[in-house]
């Protein structure tokens, strides 16, 4: 079976980066040509998708937090991470680690909550 476990810092300063780590177990994230990624959900916007690392290794990220994002893996681990830096109260959400294919994503960690604030 598949599963995604997130871990992340829960509280942030403005200005400051979140650092997020997905563990996933069941599954390789470097076969089977499935994306890797993260989306968060906060109140005012809903669900947000903003990032994917592929298989392959390809990244792909939602243009508006492009500057400020950065997807990476470690293969070793089994592991994929979010840096989110410049953070604002507006990045205050829950953000959940996803495993999907054709934008249809089929298994989802629990989510940790981060919130933004001085």
């Known amino acids: 079976q598949v599963q995604l476990q997130e871990s992340g810092p829960g509280l942030v300063k403005p200005s400051q980066m979140i650092d997020l780590t997905c563990t996933v177990s069941?599954?390789?994230?470097?076969?089977?040509?499935?994306?890797w990624g993260w989306i968060r959900q906060t109140p005012g916007k809903g669900l947000e998708w903003m990032a994917d690392i592929h298989s392959t290794g390809y990244t792909f990220y939602l243009p508006s937090l492009k500057s400020r994002a950065s997807i990476s893996r470690d293969t070793s681990r089994n592991q994929f991470s979010l840096k989110l830096s410049s953070v604002t109260p507006e990045d205050t959400a829950v953000y959940y680690c996803?495993?999907?294919?054709?934008?249809?994503?089929?298994?989802w960690g629990q989510g940790t909550q981060v919130t933004v604030s001085s």
């Open positions: 069941g599954d390789s994230i470097t076969t089977n040509f499935y994306a």
């Open positions: 996803v495993r999907g294919s054709k934008w249809h994503y089929d298994y």
